[in-house]
């Protein structure tokens, strides 16, 4: 039988046990006791070292339930057979991951196409509404809740939809998620693979990489004035045509009625055809009123809606929702509804209430009026310009485009901006095929102030000519 | 030319266009102003009209924006050729689908394994440090932030997991998600498909059906006192097999070390084989240390970790991670980093928070207590019920089995409870495969107190004889 040669520390019966426990393990792990090896009983152990029966039993009880020994009843406590134990505990995990540490800020000023303006956000409100939502007698909001989202959020989000919009719906075609990239892949459960999916070019292209990430065969169609060719959306093969009719991202296109006509046409006239209609920020619109979503029109339930939060409270609340049409909304109820809804229901309660009462249209129509008076500076200060030939997708979300005339490559003026301190960002980062295009700079206004445009203009004048 | 028979009503200018608009727009789809007809021009319609040029600038610019209508330089306004516009705005999206209205409470007691108790969260700290982080001075949480989580409460998740469950980890190896689904999800996309998955029979059902939908061979591979059968995983053919060591859901079975040192063997054998390791629940274990995780035994990188905050803290936060070996930490760069983060960033400060200033292992404290007292109270009323053959799981989690003796079949034993008002869950819920087993009947006891305990084992005494 194997005598323990332990010099126990210290008092407290915890402490003691687990020395205990670490020292026969380490021994076990060791070697230097063998497998099937006595160990003394827990009254011989207790003697042994001077401690109480029941701390011995403890530290046995461990090993016990680790499996490194086992009770034989009658007989005792031996040690089991455990292989490889050597390498236990001995090699690190080895090579070491570059931790992403995120974007520098590097430029005087930054014309993101991506970014929002946050100084304007109503803190304030949403701490209020936090703390009205995390009250004692709100705490079924940490139990599990409906894998589509809150009911009564859904039914928020589809009013808003429907007056706004024009989206035509009910809250049980609404399914909320954290992020588009999440419905996306939501989505391709639905869907199934083998969809052939249109895109234009340029497009948003993380969309674009997301659906070639979950499998599907992407192809780019190119695009008009109007919006998407469905000449060559009909001759690519694809089934599933994704589009921005409010707001092309980034050309700023708006679909007029005409093509989307056709586009619904298209898609009606094949079977298992869907549009997926990215309606991203047209919350944002500085002239007339908001243009009717694609979904309003498609009588044939053939659109698939898809909208977020992101630009018009923030990027980083992470919550979208999707509108499906009825056919995939009876896939999502076979393939879907076992996904547990990926937003927090607190999050869920404090959006609700900022829908309900009032903050959100409020907090738009500041931001309207905020993003429209920085868009008029911005555009007061290109059109002077004269290396700008054209500005493009003005009057509308957070961003222009500059068509420069040809004396300078895109590059070339990307590059002299970036010299100077500016960060302007090229078209041909949005474009997917090798279209030849005009020299085109993109422009984002959102987080910069109306002062910082009009020096960031400024050097931008300089530099280009 | 068409003329235009519209009588005004009001005087704001807003209100004023938009009845030009609606009227012009409803003469086009209803077809009374045919294709390529020439509008007014915007001097001769505000005559008209009695309205300003602006106010009709207006209307016709929102029915150019939206297509209805296109201008031809120096010739004037033309209406647009708009097919099957008769459609539009007609039908309704048809069907309804009927919308989930959550469980109902129909039991006087529900022993249901999957709650949580929540009356001891610690609402009004969680309450605190919301107020905290959604201060001004932290307003950057509002812009999108690392894909993978906040590095901040990773390395204090890592700083856990290391501590607490002996994970062997870097910060950089650690990935949040809005829940174990979500997490499964992104892990198909970094595994890629063609795996086969084992799972034991009973097991986490959702997991399973998880995998599934998500397009795996699902087996299942039986168990027996230790966990897993590594001879049975070895003829099924799988490639990744999915344990719970530290604690087998349903079953409560904690895999001893021989067991595991087997299976660590079997999947540093094959190329490309994994061990996902859920450690669901591991916090709670009333007698002795916490059983370590696998994953600190395993120096092949061959298991992946998953992990979350469900248990412990509540199933609606919707923060899980998981814990990559380096080879899919590597294949999560090149296809994964591109899904943006589903936590948001405000829960995820909160959680950080929460964690690092001691609150979380207090609460785990607190409850660790509180379900071990409700436990003991039930596990003294099993002990006496004549009908209990054997009490299985105990000492752990937050549920346990009663094997029943055989004069009453599972089904009967729950029917009888039902109709006595109190809700037990039989095995057979978490049977995937046809395999027989003795009848066995599942007790959680997390949302009871320990007077409604009680009370139910009363119930359950009497109406199992």
Redesign the interface.
Known sequence: MYEMMLRLEGKRERNLY?QI?EYVKGEIQRGNIRCGERLPSTRLLAQQLGVSRSTAQ?AY??LL????IEAVPCKGYFV??????Y??????????????K?EEKKWLYDFTPS?ID?EH?P?SV??KL??EV???DQ?E????????GE?SLRETICQYLHQARGV??????VIL???N??LQ??LS?MLGTGYRIAMESPTYR?AY??FQ??GYECRTVSMDR?GMSVEELRLSGADIAYVMPSHQYPMGV?????????LL?WAAKGEGRYIIEDDYDSEFRY???P??SLQ??D?H?RVIYIGTF?KSI?????ISYLVLP?PL?ERYEQ?G???????????QRVLQYFMERGYFERHLNKMRALYKSKHDVLLAEVKGMKSVRRILGERSGVHILLQMNGEMSEEERILRAEQAGVKVYPLSEYCIDQRRYEPTVILGYATMTEEEIQKAAGILREVWG
């Open positions: 687990e426990y403890l009880e461990q339930s680790e499996g490194y089991c057979q455990v292989e490889e134990l390498d236990l505990g001995q090699r690190e995990s080895g090579g070491e991951v570059r931790e992403w995120g970014g946050l956000f803190y949403w701490r936090y703390r995390l009250q004692d705490r909001l940490f139990h599990l809740g409906d894998a589509k009911i035509r719906l009910q809250a049980s075609q998620g954290a992020g990239d999440y892949m939501l459960r993380h990489d997301i990430r979950l109007y708006v679909m007029p009625i005409k093509r989307r006509q056709e046409q002239g007339g009123k243009i009717p309003g029109s009588s339930q992101s923030a990027p980083s609340i992470r009825l909304l393939v509804r076992s996904f547990s809804c990926t937003v927090s229901r607190t999050d």
